[in-house]
């Protein structure tokens, strides 16, 4: 069963600091890896997916990694803004035939 | 696109209560996705429909809960009787499998059972 698990749970960071998010998961025969931004009392919204096939995405100030041997995706910020505050998840699909299994998040507080 | 719609956005009830929650997937999309959502536990699966059959139920706590899609754009996820551990933000989400499977999720059911 794929268990996924997102390290730290909660960030802070100051304005302007690049960082780096962690998901590590136990199953390396990914289908693809999707993360996710959550704020609060809202709904998940979809930010980077990353196929199986593929090493990175990148989307504006966000990057997000694969590595499947290792079982292990980050997501890198760059020059964070307090607008970047709020939960991200990662979640893992196993097969194109599978659903999402995600991981608990981590909660980023990015201060001015 | 008006993206998932749920519905209601909020829901207070006493247990023992039929609760009902509505979502309608995006246009085009054959696949729908129930999650429950808590501190504890995170984001966990309840039921998976996929061109309106339901594909894996095996997340569905017990039989309190139940699912239906009676066509491809509504679906309802009802408790009977609520109990107080039900409570939660109830999600529905839907992708197409064409576009990459990337998931679109409503902005959630917030269920208080008392």
């Known amino acids: 069963k794929q268990e996924v698990t997102q390290i730290p749970a909660a960030l802070s960071v100051p304005e302007g600091e690049n960082l780096v998010l962690n998901c590590s998961f136990t199953?390396?025969?990914?289908?693809?890896l999707q993360w996710f931004r959550q704020d609060p009392g809202k709904g998940l919204t979809s930010l980077l997916l990353?196929?199986?096939?593929?090493r990175e995405q990148t989307s504006g100030r966000l990057n997000a990694s694969l590595d499947k041997s290792s079982g292990r995706s980050t997501l890198y910020i760059a020059a964070s803004q307090p607008g970047d505050s709020a939960t991200y998840l990662c979640?893992?699909?196993?097969?194109?035939?599978?659903?999402?299994?995600f991981g608990k998040g981590t909660m980023l507080l990015v201060s001015p | 696109d008006a993206g998932v719609i749920q519905s209601p956005r909020h829901e207070v009830t006493e247990m023992g209560q039929e609760v009902t929650l509505r979502c309608k997937p995006i246009?085009?999309?054959?696949?729908l996705f129930w999650y429950r959502q808590t501190m504890m536990r995170g984001l966990e699966l309840l039921i998976y429909?996929?061109?309106?059959?339901?594909?894996?139920d095996s997340g569905m706590p017990e039989d309190r809960f139940s699912a239906k899609m009676p066509n491809a754009s509504f679906s309802t996820l009802k408790i009977q009787p609520s109990e107080p551990r039900d409570s939660a933000v109830y999600f529905c989400?839907?992708?197409?499998?064409?576009?990459?499977?990337?998931?679109?999720f409503g902005e959630g059911s917030w269920l208080t059972v008392v």
């Open positions: 990353i196929q199986s096939s593929q």
């Open positions: 199953d390396s025969a990914i289908y693809n």
């Open positions: 989400a839907s992708s197409d499998r064409g576009h990459g499977n990337t998931i679109y």
């Open positions: 429909f996929n061109n309106n059959v339901p594909i894996d």
């Open positions: 246009s085009g999309h054959n696949s």
């Open positions: 979640a893992v699909k196993t097969s194109g035939y599978s659903t999402l299994t």
